[in-house]
């Protein structure tokens, strides 16, 4: 027999996420939609409630809650602001490399002060010729005195600005069949973040690009060996990336739900709550069935992950539903709010707005698609 | 070795209020199928003992009385720092009034052994009784001082701490061991932290029921109790539209009665 409960620690990680997210995030949330920026504090208040630990082994600072517990952080944290919680998740993102693929001085010297949010961590694959395509890769490294050279642009990029260290995916210039992830710290000479993307939603999320001119990287930088870089930003990117999208989509459900059946309690008409309207009653039923659905698609992956299998497939699956029923949730939520579902003052929009971002990251629904059909044919 | 006794309550979630259901042969809301929490005024007692064992060597007991899913609120206290805990159980305690829940935890408290001082909320959130806290006193015939808003000295036994009273507030020297029933002025409890909840792990929680207390059954629960409920209401709050029609100065004539008429304006 399969037991679905959260067990009673689970469910109290779910608290605390929740209260972090209802008392330090919710009040930033209308600054962070006004200005496009995240709160100067944000990291710091991420670290001070340990939330970069979860994933980090306890032998190097880390907490070692693992997946599950990552998923609830996240989904707990988008039901207040899907801003928040992609940065979260792409710090998340940065780290996993080190974990899995890091050598023991790179796991020493990079992962205590990711847990305590001392230095933060990303991922930089995409380029304007493609991220689900790494293969199109323009970055290049030359192997140049034992050390590397990289040149070369990735874009949408989040925490390109704040991130410290970022595992930057490169081809080389000799041999367009080898890849490797170097870590690229901020202060390197021609490493810079330029341009700041400006979204349709998750407002106050940092996206941008990154710049490597002749960036020398020494070779204790490599990740995961020379060559490897595919494997490694691919698991990076299939287990961890994808798994955060679906924290990210679940929160947004749970907060389209709350908000249409608080509205729908409330909004009066002909001389009823519009929730005793069968209209309206299948609208929420819809959001709840895609919402318990995408759930256990989501925890079960996570599992897997807790249990040191590979996910990517299972993710792919949950990413492809849980995202699409976002997308669905808030457009209905907006239906439900009607006139109201326009305006900025009621948070719909903002889901609305953020639930199409939640798309492309991590890998269209399309390229979700490619993904589980190659599972389901092999 | 400072040694601190935290009374704890689970109390239906506030968030959920508009959904409890009042038993209707017991007049009490059941808490067996909904969500628990701990009753906000033990969070600032559990808050207060925590701050005195950052200050000084202490043992924090976390002591609740309830039914087995507020073994949950137990495992909470420890995550957030507590260092042992207690739940006491039995359906015998089922249906306590004031005095039968004061009883059973005075008697649990003597069992733990001699507290040098007991931390209460000023009230529970569902019973709002605020008798528990003097009544424990009385059973363990120590001072209590209610409603204390600051512990301005508590190095040693000889404790100064400010209490409200009426519409302000008095300073009551005490000696210790001692009751003190706490507001939500006297701090900001600190929330659950990952690592607390992992730490919880190696915590202890002990079952005790009327068994382990040593007194006869009677003594327990609505048994034991001298009051009881005998009824109970939810408390309901409707809307009504009305349209008002005529000029503006008739509508606003009209809707200045019927805000008058309802005691509104």
Redesign the interface.
């Known amino acids: 027999m399969i037991d679905f409960t959260f067990t009673?620690?689970q469910?109290?990680?779910r608290?605390?996420a929740r209260?972090?997210a209802e008392?330090k995030i919710a009040p930033h949330v209308p600054m962070m939609e006004e200005t496009n920026r995240g709160w100067d504090e944000v990291d710091k208040e991420l670290a001070e409630?340990?939330?970069f630990?979860?994933t980090i082994p306890e032998e190097y600072g880390g907490?070692g809650?693992g997946y599950i517990?990552r998923l609830i952080a996240l989904e707990e944290i988008s039901r207040i602001s899907v801003a928040t919680a992609m940065m979260y998740q792409v710090f998340g993102l940065g780290i996993e490399p080190f974990i899995k693929f890091g050598t023991e001085e790179q796991k020493k010297k990079f992962l205590p002060k990711f847990a305590t949010g001392e230095r933060l961590a990303t991922v930089a694959v995409t380029e304007p010729s493609g991220g689900s395509d790494p293969k199109g890769c323009r970055t290049s490294y030359k192997k140049v005195n034992g050390n590397y050279v990289l040149n070369g642009r990735k874009c949408f990029i989040t925490n390109s600005h704040t991130a410290d260290a970022q595992v930057v995916l490169a081809v080389d210039e000799d041999n367009p069949d080898a890849m490797t992830c170097f870590i690229v710290e901020k202060g390197m000479e021609g490493f810079k973040p330029t341009h700041e993307e400006h979204k349709v939603g998750m407002r106050g999320c940092n996206t941008g690009e990154i710049e490597m001119k002749d960036v020398e990287v020494p070779a204790e930088n490599v990740l995961g060996g020379e060559g490897k870089g595919l494997k490694v930003a691919m698991a990076a990117i299939g287990d961890v990336g994808r798994g955060g999208m679906v924290g990210c989509a679940l929160g947004l459900q749970q907060a389209c739900l709350d908000a249409s059946i608080k509205f729908a309690n409330e909004r009066?008409l002909y001389?009823k709550p519009i929730s005793n309207l069968q209209a309206i009653q299948f609208k929420i039923a819809d959001m709840k069935i895609d919402l318990e659905a995408g759930r256990l698609l989501g925890y079960r992956a996570a599992a897997i992950q807790d249990a040191g299998g590979r996910s990517s497939n299972e993710f792919a699956v949950a990413k492809y539903y849980t995202t699409e029923a976002a997308q669905k949730a808030a457009k209905m939520a907006v239906d439900i709010h009607g006139g109201y579902g326009c305006m900025d003052e009621f948070d719909v929009t903002r889901y609305l707005r953020d639930s199409f971002v939640l798309g492309p990251s991590a890998g269209t629904s399309d390229i979700m698609k490619v993904i589980v059909s190659r599972w389901a044919l092999s | 070795m400072l040694n601190i006794v935290v009374c704890v309550k689970a109390v239906p979630d506030p968030r959920i209020a508009d959904k409890l259901k009042i038993d209707p042969v017991t007049k009490s809301l059941p808490r067996l199928d909904i969500p628990l929490v701990i009753n906000p005024l033990d969070s600032h007692a559990l808050e207060a003992a925590l701050q005195l064992k950052k200050k000084y060597e202490a043992h924090i007991t976390v002591l609740c009385m309830g039914p087995p899913p507020a073994g949950n609120i137990v495992r909470e206290c420890l995550a957030l720092g507590a260092d042992t805990g207690i739940l006491l159980t039995d359906p015998a305690f089922a249906g306590a009034d004031a005095f039968a829940t004061a009883y059973t935890l005075a008697k649990a408290i003597e069992k733990i052994g001699s507290p040098d001082v007991v931390f209460c909320g000023m009230a529970s959130s569902d019973g709002a009784t605020e008798w528990v806290g003097p009544e424990i006193a009385t059973f363990l015939d120590m001072p209590v001082v209610t409603m204390v808003r600051e512990i301005v000295e508590d190095q040693g036994d000889d404790w100064i701490v400010k209490a409200d009273y009426g519409h302000g507030y008095r300073t009551v020297k005490l000696k210790l061991p001692a009751v003190l029933t706490v507001t939500r002025n006297l701090n900001l409890p600190k929330p659950l932290s990952f690592s607390g909840i992992l730490k919880a792990r190696s915590k202890e929680i002990t079952e005790w029921d009327h068994h382990d207390l040593g007194d006869p059954v009677e003594r327990f629960g609505l048994k034991g109790s001298p009051t009881y409920v005998t009824e109970m209401y939810p408390l309901e709050s409707r809307r009504e539209v009305q349209m008002l029609e005529g000029t503006l100065q008739e509508k606003v004539a009209r809707m200045v009665k019927i805000l008058s008429d309802a005691g509104v304006a």
């Open positions: 009673e620690e469910e109290l990680f608290k605390a209260e972090f008392t409630a340990e939330m630990a979860v907490l809650i517990g009066i001389g």
